[in-house]
């Protein structure tokens, strides 16, 4: 999570130890893979749930596998790339938020 507020006096809360879909997941966010699991809308998506997971974790979106967001796009923060083991990897957030994730404690 970054440390940047647009609001003077925010302070940020702490997200170490949280779980969050990998779609809500801020650029330097790291973590965990918890779950893949399918269940948003399959029409927003356009394949059914069932392939949807399956093209995530034929791409190595699996459980204990290590991910960072390393870079966001410019338009609605959408896509994202992401650093999934010793592999990079971009999805549109929509896709995303079907991958829950443990997030690290920050060094």
Same mark, same amino acid.
């Given at each position: 999570?970054?440390? @940047?507020?647009?609001?003077? /006096? ?6 170490? /130890?949280? =779980? ?9 966010d790291a973590g965990v893979i918890l779950e893949v699991r399918a269940e948003s809308n399959s029409a927003?998506?356009? =394949?059914?749930?069932?392939? !949807? ?13 290590? @991910? ?11 896509? @994202? $790339? =992401?650093? !999934? *083991?010793?592999?990079?990897? $971009?999805?549109?957030?929509?896709? $995303?938020? *079907?991958?829950?994730?443990?997030l690290d404690r920050r060094a």
């Amino acid at each position: 999570m970054n440390n @940047i507020s647009t609001r003077p /006096g925010a302070e940020v809360a702490s997200t170490e /130890g949280v =779980v969050v879909r990998l779609s809500e997941a801020s650029l330097g966010d790291a973590g965990v893979i918890l779950e893949v699991r399918a269940e948003s809308n399959s029409a927003a998506h356009g =394949v059914g749930v069932e392939e !949807l997971q399956r093209r995530l974790l034929e791409f190595g979106f699996v459980e204990g596998a290590h @991910i960072e967001v390393i870079h966001e796009g410019a338009i609605g923060r959408d896509p @994202i $790339a =992401v650093r !999934l *083991d010793d592999m990079r990897v $971009a999805l549109r957030r929509r896709d $995303a938020e *079907d991958v829950y994730i443990l997030l690290d404690r920050r060094a």
